[in-house]
């Protein structure tokens, strides 16, 4: 850099290009160089021009003919980019342990050699050991919970030999006896000839997930417990009505009114069989309805103890799980709709099959139930039908926000779509 006129930096201390500690410094490697030794600083001045800049400094003492120090050689380097680029290092290394901090995450190395281990200081502050401790195998053995520690070690070993990833969560004692669940996982760092140089990976305490997860688990198994009791309880109590019913039944004299009580004390008894399936059910959130419908109907035709030679039953269901809010007015519609072919479809002995159906449209579930009886009779009108069974399906079918069709040509073909 040229300057202009160098009479105002002539005869200056050399210090009074420095600020703060960098003129400290400064005296430091001048008084060094004085003594015969190379002195040496980094330090930031402006340049003539006011540009703000780092500096590698050297200073050399120059020795004449005497022996004795003449002179002081200053040789400073601009190194301002290269400080930035450090500095800038530096703080994404800060930000990286401060987010591993936050999120108590560490990172690991194992080598080759499978005894060559290092971690971060996170790991230290997980495990609750001292960072004068030397990280190695035997003290991550040491730490592992008992239950957890029975071929870990081995695991992570295989893992290295292998050249695969090792992905594993167990739990650790810290020296208080505080148990605290982790994650740890590694990859395979590969070198010349795909040989596997090391694993490298992240270690991250996940203890209050687990527990979330536990009390997560524990409240739903008890709501799971207490449905299950409610639908106990709700068959119990609809088998004691039909009971009643039934037991009305046989005092009435009036044949309509005997017919009225039995069908419904039927009715109520079907109601009850799908509480009973509910509660046998192994998931009540969202059941796997086609399996559940078969049986349900297969249990209908037998309730009515007609010969499975003479009525066939055709099942077409897809794989489809629906909630209990759906499950509950699906198998009693289903109810309905089976009972009304086996008692109106095949009068007289006539033979016949009954078809149910379970399928997917786009967004939208289609449950159908079907027959080849007799059909419904010419010119009927299901929405002027006086059927209680009609009414009550059209009900269910509003309370799944669905459609509800119904075709009488050759057999009868009840359709839902929800």
């Avoid at 005869?11 to 490697?29: I, T």
């Avoid at 960072?131 to 071929?151: I, N």
């Avoid at 449905?227 to 068959?235: D, F, Q, W």
Wanted: include cysteine; aromatic fraction near 8%; hydrophobic fraction near 40%.
């Amino acid at each position: 850099m040229q300057i202009a006129d160098a009479r105002e930096y002539l005869y200056r201390s050399y210090d009074e290009f420095w600020g703060g500690s960098d003129k400290e410094e400064s005296r430091k490697a001048i008084a060094d160089a004085l003594s015969g030794r190379e002195g040496r600083f980094t330090g930031y001045a402006p340049t003539a021009r006011g540009v703000p800049k780092w500096w590698d400094v050297i200073v050399t003492p120059v020795v004449g003919e005497n022996k004795e120090i003449e002179r002081l050689l200053v040789i400073s380097r601009d190194i301002t980019q290269r400080k930035m680029a450090e500095d800038a290092l530096e703080e994404r290394e800060r930000l990286l342990r401060q987010a591993q901090a936050y999120a108590h995450i560490g990172y690991w190395r194992l080598e080759a050699d499978r005894q060559t281990i290092s971690w971060s200081d996170e790991i230290y502050r997980i495990l609750g050991l001292d960072p004068a401790v030397t990280p190695s195998l035997d003290v991550l053995r040491k730490v592992v919970h008992p239950e957890d520690s029975p071929g870990l070690i081995d695991s992570l070993l295989a893992a290295l030999g292998e050249g695969r990833e090792h992905n594993v969560e167990y739990r650790v004692v810290r020296p208080g006896g505080e148990v605290r669940w982790v994650a740890c996982k590694g990859a395979p760092v590969f070198g010349e000839g795909g040989k596997t140089v090391r694993l490298s990976g992240v270690f991250q305490d996940v203890t209050t997930r687990k527990l979330t997860e536990q009390q997560t688990r524990a409240s739903l198994e008890e709501k799971e417990v207490l449905l299950r009791e409610i639908h106990h309880r709700v068959k119990n109590n609809l088998q004691v009505v039909a009971s009643l019913l039934f037991l009305q039944a046989a005092h009435a004299s009036v044949p309509e009114t005997v017919d009225a009580l039995k069908e419904s004390g039927r009715r109520i008894q079907l109601m009850a069989q799908i509480h009973n399936k509910l509660y046998r059910s192994k998931n009540l959130a969202s059941d796997e309805f086609d399996t559940f419908l078969k049986a349900l109907v297969e249990d209908i035709v037998y309730s009515y103890r007609m010969d499975s030679k003479r009525i066939g039953l055709d099942a077409t269901t897809e794989p489809i799980s629906l909630h209990i809010d759906q499950a509950i007015p699906c198998s009693q519609i289903v109810s309905e709709l089976v009972s009304n072919s086996m008692k109106h479809a095949f009068p007289h002995g006539r033979e016949g099959t009954i078809g149910i159906g379970l399928c997917r449209e786009g967004e939208r579930v289609v449950l159908w139930v079907e027959d080849d009886g007799v059909g419904m009779p010419k010119g009927f009108d299901w929405r002027q039908s006086n059927s209680l069974g009609l009414q009550v399906v059209e009900a269910l079918a509003q309370q799944l926000n669905g459609t509800f069709t119904l075709t009488g040509d050759n057999g009868t073909r009840f359709r839902i779509s929800f």
